[in-house]
């Protein structure tokens, strides 16, 4: 049989036809019947990662089967994989009937494919946690938009102005809710980021604490003020008040916040007084729309606050991570890049 191995002669010149076969952008793979590989061309080594000197009398490795295409995972040598089409068909060579293989690599196309499947169920599992969160806070606000506009309700001051902060309160979630879901959509998206800045730590917390108005008070602060991290200061701020929302929603005051600093990390604590994280939920605590089954009842969110928190964590170069509390409740730790001194 005069066929070329990559390109190269055995016994004899190419023909036109093996010529072609060699110059092929697509990887072309002759396989005996007893499933050895006979000839390889250039493009078929490269997929395999291998010269057709090691390819060349070993065994394909794949069921043959004409007509179509197979999508087929091929192991590297260094350890990595590439997939790729394959189409056989056969045909008769010097009297053997040989299958031939053509690969084409679309591990790219795979792999973008495979994305894109993973953004259509977020999107739809994103538009499922809209449409059950944003429904009841909506009706809320529907209704007792209602009995303020009812002319023939006779309401106090008092319960006038308990009805207009029921809004208010309704209304606070809801905003919460479209920042979470833009700040979700930005990750997914990969959006440009702000520099990292030199951020004052107990600046910072103490700025988002005057937001809380009473609720500040249930909170503890311990944090000296020359700690200093290299973060996103707006990132950085998602990061603590997500944090200080799921202490507010599924533990009990005091609600303790507190900042240490050594070998170029920063560590902020945010701890509070519930009854902690049942063991069996712990290992879904930073997944996407993941919730705590026991808080179910009495909070309401879209379980992606500390989803959250973990993105931009890693995306400051730092990581978060829970630790039961020693008393009780739940700690989560912000590690951070500490500032180094200007």
Known sequence: MSIPVSGRRTRAGPDAGQAIISASADGIVLVGGDGRIRFCNPAAEELFGRPAEDLLGGPFGFPIVAGGATEVELMLPDGGERIVEMRVTSTILDGERLHVAALRDVTRRHHVEQELERALERQHATAAVVAHELRNPLAAIRTLTDVLRDPTATLTPERRADVVDRIAERTVFLQAMVAKLLTAARIDEG??????????????????????????????????????????????????????ENAFAYGRPPITVSATGSDGRIELWICDCGPGVPEDFVPHLFDRFARNPCGERRTEGSGLGLWIVRCLARANGGDVHYEPGDHGGACFRISLRRAPEP
């Open 191 to 244: 959006t440009v980021r702000a520099p990292l800045e030199r951020v004052p730590l107990l600046e910072l917390v103490l700025e988002r604490l005057a937001e809380l108005g009473e609720q500040a008070g249930d909170v503890v602060v311990t944090c000296d003020a020359g700690l200093t991290a290299l973060v996103n200061r707006g990132e950085m701020s998602e990061m603590f008040v997500n944090c200080l």
